[in-house]
T-cell receptor, first 113, second 114 residues
Framework: KQEVTQIPAALSVPEGENLVLNCSFT??????LQWFRQDPGKGLTSLLL?????REQTSGRLNASLDKSSGRSTLYIAASQPGDSATYLC????????????FGPGTRLSVLP | EAQVTQNPRYLITVTGKKLTVTCSQN?????MSWYRQDPGLGLRQIYY???????DKGDVPEGYKVSRKEKRNFPLILESPSPNQTSLYFC?????????????FGSGTQLSVL
């Protein structure tokens, strides 16, 4: 069964710092990996999607990488801002489980002014 | 506008009173899913559907029912709600063709069972 973990569980940084969030998965037979942002009590907003054949995707200050063979993805946030404070979740879409999505528990990020 | 619509946004009910949370998407997506989110437990899948009339249990299906009679709708039914089903619920959808297909979420339904 696919399992997804995220490290760290929580992170607090001062404004302006660059930071990295980590996502690991146990089964490398995936179609894609997606990073989401969730504000408290709100829905999930898709940030980046990396296909299994890709190594990375970029959107503005965000860069996501994928190393399928080692079962790892990272989300890099450059020049963090207080508005980046949220919970970040990764999800993998597997080939082995009816193309179902499996989510990690999330990393709660606080960017301090 | 492409979207996943859940209703209601907030719901307070009492133990044992049957309720339905609706979910509709306008993107012709084959895949739809229901999740619940609780503090400290993350996002847990309740049921999912790969297409019309095809549904499968997720990680926490007990106490819930779903149906997929039409492609656009995937209602979540609580036949006899209990307080432990108090939670924030999300519906999501995606195309079934695996590669490069994003998962889209509804805005959520906050359910309180008294």
């Amino acid at each position: 069964k696919q399992e997804v973990t995220q490290i760290p569980a929580a992170l607090s940084v001062p404004e302006g710092e660059n930071l990295v969030l980590n996502c690991s998965f146990t089964d490398s037979a995936i179609y894609n990996l997606q990073w989401f942002r969730q504000d408290p009590g709100k829905g999930l907003t898709s940030l980046l999607l990396i296909q299994s054949s890709q190594r990375e995707q970029t959107s503005g200050r965000l860069n996501a990488s994928l190393d399928k063979s080692s079962g790892r993805s990272t989300l890099y946030i450059a020049a963090s801002q207080p508005g980046d404070s949220a919970t970040y979740l990764c999800a993998v879409r597997g080939r082995s489980y009816g193309q179902n999505f499996v989510f990690g528990p999330g990393t709660r990020l606080s960017v301090l002014p | 506008e492409a979207q996943v619509t859940q209703n209601p946004r907030y719901l307070i009910t009492v133990t044992g009173k049957k309720l339905t949370v609706t979910c509709s998407q306008n993107m012709n997506h084959e895949y739809m899913s229901w999740y619940r989110q609780d503090p400290g437990l993350g996002l847990r899948q309740i049921y999912y559907s790969m297409n019309v009339e095809v549904t499968d249990k997720g990680d926490v299906p007990e106490g819930y029912k779903v149906s997929r009679k039409e492609k656009r709708n995937f209602p979540l039914i609580l036949e006899s709600p209990s307080p432990n089903q108090t939670s924030l619920y999300f519906c999501a959808s995606s195309l079934s063709e695996g590669r490069g297909k994003k998962l889209f979420f509804g805005s959520g339904t906050q359910l309180s069972v008294l």
